[in-house]
């Protein structure tokens, strides 16, 4: 007897929704097994989007040295995720007191954590100071300040942490930046020179440590959106998770911590080299900057009288 032709569409939905079920299950137990017993450093732990990753590293078993200019807050999320935590499938995070706009002791800070594990097999530098503002009201000060949380600090920690990697012939570094690293806007004069500059470092490093068995990622992401994370609060969130993956590329409203987490523990599984996240205004901004670069500059120039324009491009 065959299938009444009304009823293909809905098996066809439920078998759809089936294999969707399956292969998220699968690719969460991959990502909890491929980190497992894998150092794992993070440099911004205490941000809103450090905190949510630092929480799946250490469910998936990973060894965490958590970084964070904060050292009341590092204490705080030690204990969050200590507690209630099953001892035998995860490791007690170490904590270590990292602040890039002090470059004086960023020496001891990477001897401090190369002494953690002995080791390390993944760097998540996510650090990051914004600062928007008319170039004539920012000081060489705050200048300098910006290039050493978003640059200098950084790539001065990769160094660091390089000749562990290629004594052990492995590891990976995770650079989290912003779209900005790609394209620059009015009003972001240092923040966006100190992403390109840190973009260029790593995309240089990815093809020298290549041989040594190193990989380097890069995430360039749009604005990170509390509103995105919790919604509206008249909003119930979508329980099928099939409409909720769909719900969440329909969003245009900048990337969820959560997500952005989700994202960093995809990478470093996958290790893919380049990942861009955002919403497709920002796309076709990328393509007109290299395709047609005159309108690109006309457009953005336009948009310093239309403060719309330039938001919508974040």
């Known amino acids: 007897m065959g299938v009444p032709s009304v009823m293909v569409l809905p098996l066809l ?3 759809f929704a089936g294999v969707y079920y399956v292969y998220n299950e699968v690719v969460r137990f991959m990502s909890k097994s491929m980190v497992r017993n894998k150092v794992v450093v993070i440099t911004d732990a205490v941000s809103g989007m450090g905190s949510e990753c630092a ?4 469910e998936g078993g990973a060894r965490l040295v958590l970084c964070g200019p904060s050292w009341d807050k590092l204490e705080s999320l030690y204990d969050s995720l200590c507690s209630g935590s099953d001892p035998s499938k995860t490791f007690t995070p170490k904590l270590v007191l990292l602040d890039f706009s002090d470059m004086e002791n960023i020496s001891d800070v990477i001897t401090e954590i190369g002494e953690c594990y002995g080791c390390v097999d993944v760097l998540i530098c996510n650090s990051s100071m914004k ?11 705050m200048d300098k300040t910006v290039m050493d949380v ?3 600090g950084p790539i001065t920690l990769a160094k660091g942490v390089l000749p562990l990697m290629i004594t052990r012939r492995t590891g990976q570094f995770v650079l989290v930046n912003s779209i900005q690293g790609k394209l620059a806007l009015p009003f972001r004069t240092c923040y966006a020179a100190s992403k390109h500059a840190v973009q260029a470092f790593f995309d ?3 093809a020298e440590v290549e041989e040594y068995g190193i990989s380097v990622s890069t995430i360039s992401h749009t604005f ?3 509103v995105a994370e919790n919604g509206a609060p008249s909003q119930t969130p979508p329980t099928n998770r099939l409409w909720a993956y769909i719900s969440s590329k329909l ?11 989700h994202e960093i523990v995809r990478t470093v599984n996958r290790q893919n080299r380049e990942v861009l996240l955002a919403h497709p205004v920002p796309w076709v901004a990328l393509y007109i900057r ?9 457009v953005v120039a336009a948009g310093v009288k239309d403060g719309a324009i330039a938001e919508q491009l974040k």
Request: hydrophobic share 50%; glycine share 4%.
């Open 13 to 15: 939905i439920v078998v």
């Open 55 to 58: 929480r799946l590293f250490h």
């Open 131 to 141: 600062v928007k503002a008319p170039v004539q009201n920012l000081s060489l000060e």
């Open 150 to 152: 978003n640059y200098f």
């Open 204 to 206: 240089c490093l990815r």
């Open 224 to 226: 990170i959106s509390a």
């Open 251 to 261: 969003n245009t409203h900048g990337v969820s911590p959560s997500g952005l987490a």
């Open 290 to 298: 290299s395709l047609l670069p005159s309108f690109f500059f006309a």
